[in-house]
């Protein structure tokens, strides 16, 4: 799923102190990183697209395309939202977007696979390069420094080859490009983070800078599973081996049928309920009985987005089978996500945008094998769990809303089986079903050093010369919507900013 952010999550970067990374700065890169093909007539008819810029193409490697698969459940979920106030009027892909849509998706239309980073980009063009060498299967251990000047220098980092053996790697620029949760711990084990923790660890402290792996930020999401009507289609029909091995052979058969799209259909709200969506007047009343819950200075900045009319509080999904995140021990994903239930089922998700809560990743161990430990701390911020409870009183409005509820049975199955019609009710369906939606960034933020940054404006790491990190860590708060596009963003600005430095030090 490929979405984009809209103006004031941007904005809102710039705001923190980053010179050049506000919305108007960062649109080039929105369109660098992709090109979009011009949706089929099929899923015109069937999803609407008429907001849809097909001008908006852009010229990237990645490759975004709509499918063919989209059916009832999609065009009734515009249709509905339509009916509650929230139908889409502008391209979300330029900057303003609220209501129900249907988004791009990073696959391949004569491929039908997934179009991405590593396919697009390490072509056998890039793979001939005599100064380029993609070593698998290797463990990163540490960043190597020079101390024996002012300030420290990196020059190297020290890996484990996948024979075991312990290696320098050199170069005139160290990028750190792990993630939010893995390049802090490799920040941490190089000598870059809190003291007491590295000294606790007998890790020598290198740069003191207590701001590494704080400030976490992820996207929680609450699920909500109806039972559908007979008839209507859900991929819980999938549980019958007849039906998945013919749609395996369609994929298989030049990437046919419905397995090679993504038919998940999405929507932004802003600040809304049981009762529909907010007003101005509603919006400040409940931060005003929230105000000691956004003092801080990402707090007030979120609280002026949200108040606002064009910021969406929440991202829903429509999802076309049953989803079990109430497990408390899934082994896997597929625990979520298999049809165990007899049912047949759709399920809605509630995604909070823009969470107040903060997290953290540290290491607990000089140990490289060791993982870090990441808590997303969510709901520790009381604003967070009384937004995502009113958006699910909101999924409440929508099922009982025509062309919507005509898909589902009368007083069917429900996953979990609380209903969130009341408050406290909602928040129960929150506490039950609520998980993370595999967004973790911000542990690295850019921002001023003073106000817990980790990176300056051109991704420098504070106190250290020849480092950088280029992920979804730098990030100084968490946009609206699944980050992967702006993952893409931070990487095309990057290497903007390491050619200019590297020209003007030349």
């Known amino acids: ?69 989209f059916g009832k459940p999609n065009s009734v979920w515009m249709e509905t939202f339509a009916k509650l106030g929230l139908e889409m009027k502008t391209d979300p892909r330029t900057g303003k977007a609220l209501g129900a849509f249907q988004q791009g998706a990073n696959i391949d239309p004569t491929t039908h696979t997934r179009s991405y980073a590593a396919n697009a980009h390490y ?17 990163v251990k540490k960043i190597i420094f020079d101390t024996s000047g002012a300030e420290p220098v990196a020059t190297g980092v ?28 490799i920040l941490e084990l190089s000598g870059v983070g809190d003291r007491s923790l590295l000294e606790r660890l007998s890790i020598p402290v290198i740069v003191e800078n207590p701001n590494v792996g704080e400030n976490l930020q992820d996207h929680p ?70 105000d000691q819950h956004a003092q801080t200075q990402d707090g007030k900045i979120l609280r002026e987005l949200l108040e606002g009319p064009n910021e969406p509080a929440v991202e829903y999904f429509l999802f ?17 996500l298999l049809p165990t239930s007899p049912e047949n089922y759709l399920t809605v998700m509630t995604m909070l945008n823009h969470p107040f809560s903060r997290g953290s990743v540290h290491i607990t161990s000089a140990d490289v094998d060791k993982l870090p430990a990441w808590d997303p701390n969510f709901n520790s911020n009381p604003l967070d769990l009384e937004i995502s409870a009113r958006h699910i009183q909101f999924v409440e409005l ?17 996953i979990p089986q609380v209903k969130g019609d009341t408050l406290e009710n909602a928040r129960e369906v929150v ?68 050619k200019e430095d590297r020209k003007s030090k030349a």
């Open 398 to 414: 929508l099922l009982r809303t025509s062309p919507f509820k005509d898909l589902f049975k009368p007083n069917g199955a429900r």
């Open 431 to 498: 506490r039950q079903s609520q998980v993370s939606d595999f967004h973790p960034a911000c542990s690295l933020a850019m921002k001023p050093r003073s106000q817990g940054g980790v990176v300056d404006d051109r991704l420098r790491v504070y106190g250290t010369k020849g480092l950088r990190v280029v992920d979804a860590s730098v990030f100084p708060i968490q946009t609206a919507g699944n980050i992967q596009t702006m993952v893409y963003v931070v990487a095309e600005k990057a290497a903007d900013l390491i």
């Open 221 to 290: 999401i609450s699920t909500q599973g109806f039972e559908v009507n007979p008839g209507t289609p859900s991929s819980d029909m999938l549980r019958d081996p007849n039906i998945l091995n013919a749609l395996i052979q369609l994929f298989q058969d030049g990437g046919k049928g419905p397995l090679g799209q993504s038919i998940i259909s999405v929507a932004y709200s802003s600040l809304a309920d049981g009762e529909g969506v907010y007003s101005e007047d509603a919006r400040k009343a409940l931060f005003a009985s929230h």
């Open 158 to 185: 020290l890996v484990r080859t996948k024979e075991g053996i312990d290696q320098i790697l050199s170069g005139d620029e160290i990028i750190l490009s792990a993630g939010a949760l893995m390049s802090p711990q």
């Open 1 to 69: 799923m490929l979405l984009y952010p809209p103006k004031g999550s941007l904005d809102a970067w710039g705001a923190l102190g980053n010179k050049g990374w506000d919305y108007d700065s960062l649109s080039p890169y929105l369109r660098k990183f992709a090109t979009f093909h011009v949706p089929p007539q099929s899923a015109k008819d069937v999803v609407g697209l008429k907001y849809h810029d097909d001008s908006v193409v852009g010229n990237g490697p990645v490759q975004v395309s709509y499918g063919e698969g």
């Open 123 to 139: 072509t056998p063009e890039i793979a001939s390069r005599l100064n380029l060498s993609v070593l698998t299967e290797t463990i």
């Open 320 to 336: 076309p089978g049953q989803v079990h995140t109430v497990l408390d021990n899934p082994a896997s994903m597929a625990d979520y």
